[in-house]
Nanobody
Framework: QVQLVESGGGLAQPGGSLRLSCAAS????????LGWYRQPPGKQRELVAT???????NYADSVKGRFTISTNSAKNTVYLQMNSLKPEDAAVYYC??????????????WGKGTLVTVSS
């Protein structure tokens, strides 16, 4: 079994910062990609940022220059540093992975999400 667990959501003021974490655990052989997506109220889920196993990053235009995605040295935990937060960044943030299990199954699991609220 594979599990992604997010943490770090909460309330921030406009212009403030939050740092999200997502830890992957279970019978994982290899993680090829970790990413963050978000779903604002009443809207569809959208890409925020991804990072490959090689460290290549990709960001949505709306967060470029404000958000930074990174991993730990074991590459099984992904972080999202969010700076200069705007009210439109408020959403449930979900962690996603593209990984291979020790049984050689290719999976793309999702975390349960963590709520980010941006309000004064």
């Amino acid at each position: 079994q594979v599990q992604l667990v997010e943490s770090g959501g909460g309330l921030a003021q406009p212009g403030g910062s939050l740092r999200l974490s997502c830890a992957a655990s279970g019978s994982i052989l290899r993680i090829d990609m970790l990413g963050w997506y978000r779903q604002p109220p009443g809207k569809q889920r959208e890409l925020v940022a991804t990072i490959s196993g090689a460290g290549n990053t990709n960001y949505a235009d709306s967060v470029k220059g404000r958000f930074t995605i990174s991993t730990n040295s074991a590459k099984n935990t992904v972080y999202l540093q969010m700076n200069s937060l705007k009210p439109e960044d408020a959403a449930v943030y979900y962690c996603n992975a593209d990984l291979t299990t020790i049984r050689m199954s290719r999976l793309k699991p999702w975390g349960k999400g963590t709520l980010v609220t941006v309000s004064s």
